[in-house]
């Protein structure tokens, strides 16, 4: 399992936390872009962390697909389909709110952003951890949403 070994959940989450927010502080006037940060920020929240929505998308079926995310290889796409079958309806209906589109919108947004997302948290194909290198992660996603 992905994730196993790596500190407590609790730490991981609160860094994968602090990377965003501090992500959405770099990206400044954009608020199509900080509308995405924080709805994703939002979803790995309520997943505990970014080891918790990996997980999510393990259970969900969606195995390979979130591993070549975390790997360094090529990122697998993931449908808006796919997305509603791992995240939920209720899940994407809050992100559609938040970004002020209809849910399918939401989900083909999430699609395109989710996968470089956390291909860009994990370095190296891990997770972070809490002594990663926070300023490197945050170069990687600034390049991403920049």
Do not use: Y
Request: no cysteine; hydrophobic share 40%; glycine share 20%.
């Amino acid at each position: 399992m992905l994730g196993s070994g790596i500190g407590s959940a609790a730490s991981t989450r609160k860094l994968t936390m602090s990377l965003l927010d501090q992500l959405g502080g770099l990206l400044g006037q954009d608020n199509g872009q900080q509308g995405m940060l924080g709805a994703v920020s939002q979803l790995v929240e309520q997943h505990g962390g970014l080891g918790g929505l990996v997980n999510a998308f393990q259970q969900g079926g969606l195995g390979e697909l979130v591993q070549s995310w975390v790997s360094t290889g090529q990122n697998l796409p993931v449908s808006a389909d796919q997305l509603q079958g791992v995240l939920g309806s209720d899940a994407l209906a809050g992100i559609a709110q938040k970004l002020g589109v209809d849910p399918q919108q939401a989900a083909s947004q999430l699609s395109g952003v989710l996968p470089q997302l956390v291909d860009q948290l994990t370095p190296n194909g891990t997770l972070p951890t809490e002594g990663g290198d926070v300023n490197e992660l945050l170069g990687g996603l600034k390049n991403l949403f920049g």
